[in-house]
């Protein structure tokens, strides 16, 4: 149709990117979710004990999040 545009996904390192999106975005993307995810490991590091057993996780869990690599994100197998 008229005006509009379509995003083909690719999947490039079981990571999905955008055809639409230059290299450059693509990498600022990967980029910005490296830094969320090492923001969200901090944040499990300093929860309670009470706040991960509300969450269903155990301090030894949390350790082992936190110990992985920045790039080794969950979501992109």
Same mark, same amino acid.
């Given at each position: #149709?008229? !005006?509009?545009? #379509?995003?083909?996904?690719?999947?490039?390192? !079981?990571? +999905?990117?955008?055809?639409?999106?230059?290299?450059?975005?693509?990498? &600022?993307?990967?980029? +910005? =979710? &490296?830094?969320?995810? +090492? =923001?969200? =490991?901090?944040?499990?590091?300093?929860?309670?004990d009470?706040?991960?057993?509300?969450? !269903?996780?155990? =301090?030894?869990?949390?350790?082992?999040?936190?110990?992985?690599?920045? &790039?080794?994100?969950?979501?992109?197998?």
């Amino acid at each position: #149709m008229k !005006g509009q545009t #379509m995003n083909a996904c690719v999947s490039n390192d !079981g990571c +999905t990117q955008h055809k639409s999106l230059g290299p450059l975005a693509n990498l &600022w993307k990967r980029i +910005t =979710r &490296w830094y969320e995810l +090492t =923001r969200q =490991r901090h944040q499990l590091e300093q929860m309670s004990d009470a706040g991960l057993k509300d969450l !269903g996780l155990s =301090r030894a869990d949390i350790y082992k999040e936190i110990e992985r690599p920045f &790039w080794d994100d969950p979501f992109c197998k």
